[in-house]
């Protein structure tokens, strides 16, 4: 019988969290996920119908032979429901660490049942096995008539084959790190991170990433705390997004840990409620919303820091210890993307400490030039010219001068004003109101920028006023 989603998503989480800590050699959650009549019978002599005691027992002696030492490539699982029963088929090839060499071993064959429980889902039974080496296809017993020989050599035949699948699987994964490179090295401006965000899920779902939900790259800006999330996912697309630090606990958390070093791994989950909560604060952070959320109990993450910030991926289903290997060589191939991407922003910083300069020695020229008071309405059209050209939108420019002496002691001020749709003849206006507002600033033992905002909401208008005091 066919497992709901919901219930494939749950059970595949419980099964990976489980072999995760037997090859990393964790026993406390290893021995977490048996039932109390649970019988195994593995793939050695020594491992025939254990009780849960002594299979995990078995596991606390043998866990160094395991942990850190241990890969599962080419796996494929199958989930199936039989009656009260749930039936898990996993086949993979097991590689060793042999000194700096990962080792072809053999290819193994997992089975097990699970049932559900008040404490959740529990394996019942398992049995891991191998191929018999001695039968050829199609026969099931191995005879005496094939030789040593044949057998050792089949042997190496298939050890050979596996290892050859292995280092074609290298160079894929190279090559792909090869165009993340490339695009890379063509990087023009600082938002072609997006592309490089996009181009890294491409790039992942070739390499078995079947439930990649989006690719992520944080920037962090510690001055402002907040971070650039270049983002990409084929529901919402590419997109950018300044979040703050502090906008939500796992962010927080994130950050807290991502910072602690360049070379961190960081993941974590969202499950049941937390997950409905966690959609309403991504949609008010700007992102489009996940539809594929609504039949899903649990979203992972997982991230790696580099210098200043962190690239991670969120998934559907949780990955297996070999992805989060090549998600790490992403990472470390994203380095040099990192870098060219400060070299863009040094760059872009220069040109803009240029365009201020040429504007500013403009200005001066015009204003060193003046003969007479008149000439400040051509200085202020200038000014509000090269601040356009800065890309600045304003709504106008002007020349402000108090005028402190007057023949019938009211102050007066001056001012020479200019906006995109002309400018306005010479004129006095009264020391009062936002006028002295402006004064008084100026009067102040270090003036500096003042500013003001006028909003009118019957009109939907809104005017800051930035005012440069001397």
């Given at each position: ?170 160079l894929e994964i190279q090559n792909s790190l090869e165009r993340i490179r490339a695009i890379a090295m063509g990087m023009s401006r600082t938002d072609d991170l997006l592309h490089i965000a996009e181009s890294i899920f491409t790039e992942l779902k ?171 309405a051509d200085a202020s059209i200038l000014l509000e010219e090269e601040i356009r050209k800065l890309g600045i939108e304003n709504w106008g420019c002007a020349f402000h001068i108090y005028d402190e002496e007057t023949a019938d002691g009211t102050p ?37 920028l003042f500013r003001n905002l006028v909003q009118k909401s019957s009109k939907n208008i809104t005017i800051t006023s930035n005012l440069y005091l001397f």
């Amino acid at each position: 019988m066919k497992l709901s989603n919901i219930e494939a998503s749950e059970i595949a989480q419980v099964y990976e969290t489980w072999l995760n800590s037997y090859i990393s050699g964790d026993i406390e959650t290893y021995d977490s996920f048996f039932d109390d009549g649970y019988h195994f019978i593995g793939s050695t002599n020594n491992e025939e119908y254990l009780s849960r005691k002594e299979t995990t027992d078995f596991l606390r002696k043998t866990a160094d032979q395991l942990a850190g030492k241990t890969q599962l490539r080419n796996d494929e699982k199958t989930f199936e429901r039989q009656g009260n029963l749930v039936i898990i088929t996993h086949f993979f090839d097991a590689y060793f660490l042999s000194g700096t060499e990962w080792t072809y071993y053999d290819r193994f064959r997992f089975s097990s049942a699970l049932h559900h429980t008040e404490q959740g889902w529990l394996f019942v039974y398992q049995h891991f096995s191998t191929p018999d080496s001695n039968a050829n296809e199609g026969e099931t017993i191995g005879y005496d008539q094939i030789s040593a020989e044949n057998k050792e050599l089949r042997e190496a035949i298939i050890r050979r084959t596996a290892e050859l699948e292995n280092k074609t699987r290298d160079l894929e994964i190279q090559n792909s790190l090869e165009r993340i490179r490339a695009i890379a090295m063509g990087m023009s401006r600082t938002d072609d991170l997006l592309h490089i965000a996009e181009s890294i899920f491409t790039e992942l779902k070739k390499h078995g990433f079947d439930s990649l939900r989006n690719t992520m790259i944080n920037i962090y800006q510690d001055q402002l705390e907040s971070f650039l999330n270049y983002d990409f996912s084929p529901n919402s697309g590419k997109t950018l997004t300044n979040i703050e630090y502090k906008s939500h606990p796992f962010t927080e958390n994130l950050i807290q840990e991502t910072r602690s070093s360049k070379d961190v791994f960081s993941e974590f989950q969202v499950k049941g409620k937390e997950l409905e909560e966690w959609r309403n604060y991504r949609k008010g952070m700007g992102e489009a919303d996940d539809p594929a959320l609504d039949t899903r109990t649990t979203l992972s993450y997982y991230f790696y820091s580099f210098e200043n910030g962190s690239i991670g991926i969120s998934t559907y289903e949780p990955i297996n210890q070999n992805q989060l290997g090549v998600l790490k060589l992403f990472k470390n191939t994203f380095e040099l993307t990192y870098k060219r991407y400060l070299d863009l922003q040094n760059a872009l910083a220069l040109a803009r400490e240029s365009q201020i300069e040429a504007a500013l020695e403009r200005l001066r020229a015009r204003s060193l030039s003046m003969q007479k008071s008149d000439e400040l309405a051509d200085a202020s059209i200038l000014l509000e010219e090269e601040i356009r050209k800065l890309g600045i939108e304003n709504w106008g420019c002007a020349f402000h001068i108090y005028d402190e002496e007057t023949a019938d002691g009211t102050p007066w001020d001056l001012e020479w004003f200019t906006s995109f749709a002309g400018f306005l003849p010479f004129y006095k206006t009264p020391r009062e109101n936002i006028f002295l507002k402006y004064y008084e600033e100026s009067k102040k033992e270090i003036p500096s920028l003042f500013r003001n905002l006028v909003q009118k909401s019957s009109k939907n208008i809104t005017i800051t006023s930035n005012l440069y005091l001397f």
